[in-house]
């Protein structure tokens, strides 16, 4: 399969690529794979991420799958990919995608029921980010699926002694529950909790006009479904323009 690096390419196109995928031309994307045409424009190599996007929400898994094996790309954009597949009620796409992003995520040697709670945490298959996540707090007893077995596969996995993050899985009496009873899910509060957002409807609001939420862009995991129901939660539509204009 070919090699999704950005190289040098005359007449680049990348409108008709996201064509194929718009409008599922397996045959055609298959074609511009195996002749080594890149997915990624020299110009705007960040824009792959859309082919990504686009061929999740069409559903259709082969179109998906040949994406994937192109290679090249990011924890990140596969965990924004994740998570879309989710929202959408597609876990065998997202599936898929994980078994990608554990490949890409250089997690040999760690179990797959690590790698699944990882990823329904919203963490990329990094040990950067997952070491990042343990620290703060964001990898903890209170993760869905993390638990004790859990946690020594990963320290296993980082290289680092299982005591050394102890503290983080025994939650403090005086500790504020991620889950908190404010009618927000735990994905949402883990959310506003690891990018240090108060569980505040008039801070969030504000972070959502403002753009510091942008899903699917702001921050990694951020995607629409969660997006969609801080919206509800704090009174607004999710089609709410960032940025709006300063009344005078």
């Known amino acids: 399969m070919a090699n999704a690096s950005p190289v040098p390419e005359e007449g680049f196109d990348f409108d008709s690529l996201l064509d194929y995928?718009?409008?599922?031309?397996l045959r055609a994307l298959q074609d511009w794979l195996n002749t080594g045409k890149p997915i990624r424009s020299p110009d705007d190599p960040k824009r792959a991420a859309d082919l990504l996007r686009t061929a999740?929400?069409?559903g259709f898994h082969s179109m998906v799958e040949e994406l994937l094996h192109a290679g090249g790309w990011s924890p990140s954009e596969l965990a924004d990919a994740i998570d879309l597949a989710r929202s959408l009620k597609r876990d065998d796409i997202a599936e898929l995608i994980l078994e990608c992003s554990a490949s890409a995520g250089d997690s040999e040697g760690l179990p797959k029921r690590a790698r699944s709670c990882l990823a329904a945490a919203g963490i990329p298959l990094d040990k950067q980010a997952v070491l990042h996540a343990l620290r703060t707090g964001a990898l903890s007893?209170?993760?869905p699926l993390y638990g004790t077995y859990t946690h020594r596969d990963v320290c296993h996995w980082l290289g680092i002694e299982e005591e050394e993050f102890l503290p983080s899985l025994v939650?403090?009496?005086?500790a504020r529950p991620l889950h908190?009873?404010?009618?927000?899910?735990y994905r949402a509060n883990g959310l506003l909790r690891r990018v240090g957002i108060p569980v505040e409807k008039l801070t969030v609001r504000q972070a959502i006009e403002t753009g510091d939420l942008v899903p699917g862009k702001h921050p990694y995991n951020y995607g629409k479904q969660t997006h969609a129901e801080l919206c509800r939660w704090v009174g607004i539509e999710p089609?709410?323009?960032r940025n709006p204009p300063?009344?005078?």
């Not at 995928?21 to 031309?25: F, M, N, P």
């Open 56 to 58: 999740v929400n069409t």
């Open 180 to 185: 908190l009873d404010n009618g927000l899910s």
């Open 171 to 174: 939650p403090r009496e005086d």
């Open 239 to 241: 089609s709410t323009p």
């Open 21 to 25: 995928v718009q409008k599922g031309k």
């Open 141 to 143: 007893r209170r993760t």
């Open 246 to 248: 300063r009344q005078e």
